[in-house]
């Protein structure tokens, strides 16, 4: 008897530990998300500006054309990079669909959102587009900014859930990407003729029109964000060629790239991660997440060969000549550009986007190494675990 109850007992644990790895593996392949939720820029824009230019007639962009796409989708998608994107990357490990731009989505096509919709508009800005006009500087691209991709979430709500409880529930167990959002606050106005002390007015106000956005989802009862910073800048094809030959200008010998312009970047960081550690003091219970794309990216511009990039990290894959292959006049897709045979073997691939392979390198350091802060897990975050545990008691 006292063996069989050994036995019993012994075959109960091995069920249980079974068991548990299986909901583990569950909890890791699907990361308790349903679904993603995107705002940004070009770093994440997966259609919408595309999308843009067809419904308002305006003039189609270069990145709309070969050989934008041709790495993974073998056609323009409106991404800017020749594949993937890290939002991409990001769907297909938690076993969710790539993630589709909102615009041109109506009625009943809605719900086909409710796994993953993107917001995110090639060249848009934090700060409203009123602003930086009055500030003199013009976005050419989009006035899509962070306010108005706010304002598209909140009227689509509806169409995404059923009422107040049930969009709690459906954006407590979305991950939320605020971003990349913020770079083309200082991309334009650099641009457009500004200098870096100018620009550091700026940041404080980009800083808090992001942590203003994030306040306002976490409201409506999201739980875990994850807020990138910004690329170094001063290790792009589109500045390196703008101030070369500059006496003004100081480069890294580590790495070739502009001093100046990388320690605004981290300025701006920084800032923004001050500003994040205060909203965790505020909403304990939500996951806060600073993603950090600036020191993630900064490995291959220190050790490009170490990560693949035979031909180096400072020069476009796709351009129009020039020391870093890049000239504004002839951009990529232009029938006068080049483009390289291997892009992997490229970090850069315009001249201010990077290949796909550099963003599946940042990708993995933020969500499957030390670039998170706190650390990313796909399994799920106790406060969702909780949620669900309230609502299926409550059943």
Request: aromatic share 12%; hydrophobic share 35%; proline share 5%.
């Amino acid at each position: 008897m006292a063996e069989t109850c050994s036995l019993i007992s012994s075959s109960f644990v091995t069920f249980i530990i079974i068991f548990q790895l299986l909901c583990t593996c569950t909890l890791y392949t699907n990361g308790c998300y349903t679904s993603i939720i995107s705002f940004g820029d070009s770093l994440a824009d997966t259609g919408n500006l595309k999308q843009l230019s067809y419904h308002t007639n305006q003039q189609s962009l270069h990145f709309f054309y070969p050989p934008y796409g041709e790495t993974f989708f073998h056609e323009p998608t409106g991404r800017c990079s020749n594949g993937r994107l890290v939002i991409d990357f990001i769907a297909e490990s938690i076993r969710l669909p790539l993630v589709k731009p909102f615009v041109g989505v109506k009625g009943r096509h809605m719900i086909e959102l409710r796994r993953g919709v993107n917001y995110a508009v090639a060249g848009a800005t934090a700060l409203d587009s009123s602003f930086l006009g009055a500030e003199g500087v013009h976005n050419p691209m989009t006035n899509s900014s962070l306010q108005v991709q706010l304002g598209w979430f909140k009227r689509s709500l509806p169409s995404l859930c059923d009422n107040e409880l049930d969009c709690k529930y459906f954006l407590g167990r979305s991950l939320i990407l605020m971003g990349e959002i913020g770079g083309n606050d200082y991309n334009h106005a650099l641009l457009a003729g500004k200098s870096l002390e100018e620009l550091e007015t700026y940041v404080p106000l980009v800083v808090e029109a992001i942590v203003s956005a994030v306040q306002e989802i976490v409201e409506l009862g999201a739980k875990t964000l994850l807020i990138p910073g910004n690329l170094p800048i001063g290790c792009s094809p589109v500045y390196l060629t703008k101030y070369y030959g500059s006496s003004d200008i100081e480069y890294d010998n580590a790495t070739g790239c502009i001093t100046q312009l990388n320690k605004f970047s981290e300025y701006h960081n920084e800032l923004l991660k001050i500003e994040l550690s205060q909203i965790r003091e505020s909403y304990p219970e939500v996951n806060i997440i600073y993603a950090d794309y600036y020191n993630a990216a900064m490995q291959f511009f220190r050790s490009p060969n170490k990560y693949g990039f035979i031909n180096g990290a400072l020069k476009a894959c796709c351009g129009g000549g020039g020391p870093f292959n890049y000239n504004e006049s002839i951009a990529c897709a232009d029938l006068s550009s080049n483009v390289c045979m291997r892009p992997h073997t490229y970090a850069n691939w315009d001249g201010l986007h990077l290949t796909e392979a550099a963003y599946k390198i940042i990708y993995h350091s933020v969500f499957q190494g030390p670039y998170a802060i706190p650390q990313f897990d796909f399994v799920c975050p106790t406060t969702i675990v909780q949620d669900i545990d309230g609502i299926s008691s409550s059943a």
